[in-house]
């Protein structure tokens, strides 16, 4: 979203939030998804944190004043929101106990044979490559080269100084070219 459409749907929102919410949904939607999706192990998962994600932003607008919503940044502040679901599901895994290690490849997120055939070798190459990154460095990488987020949203959406999430996404590129070569 540029800046203008930014200003646009936040006026929308806070004059109306119950009709504009599903135009925001529609316009986000592919890409919270997508970049979440390259942050979990499943797509199960991402498609749980993508729809939590847009429940708790309903929510908090429909509790926040006018002048709050025209000040926010709704992409960064969605996908702050994202993140932080992203950051409560690995917590949450790290805890369950593991009785037995699956091979990512084989098992392949719990998708059918009709999704596993869909997608691509190299994709689900991809999604190894990011997925076995740091957390902080994947969500740089991602929301900076999948989403397509400037580094000033990135800081904002993880809290992170720009500086800081520079720093990660240059560490997390070199990662995944050396894991490449």
């Not at 009709?19 to 999706?37: C, E, K, T, W």
């Not at 502040?77 to 690995?90: D, M």
């Not at 084989?106 to 596993?116: Q, V």
């Not at 070798?121 to 929301?143: C, G, I, T």
Request: net charge positive.
């Amino acid at each position: 979203m540029t800046l203008d459409t930014v200003g646009r749907v936040n006026s929308r929102i806070a004059r109306d939030l119950d009709a504009a919410f599903p135009d925001l949904v529609r316009d986000m939607q592919n890409g919270i998804y997508s970049g979440v999706l390259r942050m979990v192990p499943s797509p199960a998962d991402a498609e749980d944190i993508t729809q939590e994600t847009f429940i708790r932003a309903y929510r908090a607008l429909s509790e926040y004043s006018r002048e709050r919503i025209h000040d926010l940044n709704l992409p960064g502040w969605i996908w702050t929101i994202a993140l932080n679901l992203c950051r409560n599901a690995a917590r949450t895994r790290s805890r369950r106990p593991r009785t037995v290690e699956l091979d990512r490849d084989a098992f392949s997120g719990g998708k059918g044979p009709e999704a596993m055939a869909m997608e691509s070798d190299e994709n689900r190459r991809w999604r190894q490559l990011l997925y076995q990154l740091p957390a902080a460095q994947r969500s740089a990488v991602v929301l900076r080269h999948v989403v397509g987020l400037s580094y000033r949203e990135i800081a904002e959406a993880t809290g992170r100084p720009e500086g800081t999430v520079k720093a990660d996404v240059h560490r997390g590129i070199t990662r995944l070219q050396e894991a490449l070569t």
